[in-house]
């Protein structure tokens, strides 16, 4: 049977300023398996981008276990987190952080640079993905010539250019009207479909529902329906 991509027991995140200090997670266990779609909803300070922080190795927690694709984190380097992010997950966030003097093409292209791959593979990965999401024809524009739906759809053929196991999106259609916001939401569910495991972080209720799994949040703790 196959391990789940994402184990978590116990997770809390505590914040220290001074003598101050605030508890922002208290105790999350949660697992998603490997080709699952679950949301997570929670409203403004509730501790879902917290979470998402620590899932996407971006943070760490202050106690608790995050298993992510077998791998123990808590016992990892800032060095050996980095790895862990650019090999494992593909991130999509609300501002979709597009490199503005790069062109469509170019900013897909970046992380596979990074990553050292040859010339002719990175170029198939990039066409293949902006083919994925509709943007083949877009390749050279720039984000300033690109609607915000196109440029979501950049940033999601960014994410998966690379080939991450896990996909965690972060309030991906925040900033977007409602036909893009359709759009990139089937987007998503094509790519979970095809078996990457998707998490997505929304305030949204209709969003929300389009996963197999909704997961609350309110003040730190998963709350039960």
Do not use: W
């Not at 198939?124 to 993905?129: A, N, P």
Request: hydrophobic fraction near 35%; charged fraction near 30%; charge should be neutral.
């Amino acid at each position: 049977m196959n391990k789940p991509i994402i184990e978590m027991r116990d997770i809390r995140k505590t914040y220290e300023t001074g003598a101050l200090k605030v508890e922002v997670l208290k105790g999350i266990s949660l697992t998603v398996e490997n080709g699952e779609f679950i949301s997570i909803i929670g409203a403004s300070g509730s501790g879902k981008s917290t979470l998402m922080n620590i899932m996407g190795c971006l943070d760490t927690c202050t106690s608790g276990e995050y298993i992510l694709d077998s791998k123990d984190i808590n016992s990892y380097s800032e060095k050996e987190l980095a790895t862990i992010r650019s090999e494992k997950i593909g991130f999509i966030f609300q501002k979709f952080n597009l490199l503005s003097k790069m062109s469509a093409y170019e900013n897909v292209e970046l992380p596979l640079l990074y990553k050292g791959i040859e010339k002719k593979e990175r170029k198939r990965r990039v066409l293949e993905s902006l083919e994925i999401v509709g943007l083949d024809d877009r390749q050279d524009h720039r984000p300033t010539e690109l609607s915000g739906g196109q440029q979501q759809r950049v940033a999601i053929a960014r994410a998966i250019a690379g080939k991450p196991p896990l996909i965690l999106a972060d309030e991906p259609t925040g900033n977007l009207d409602s036909k893009s916001t359709e759009d990139i939401m089937n987007i998503l569910l094509d790519l979970n479909k095809s078996g990457t495991p998707l998490v997505l972080i929304t305030h949204d209720n209709d969003i929300a529902k389009l996963a197999s799994r909704i997961i609350r949040i309110s003040d730190g703790q998963i709350i039960k329906d």
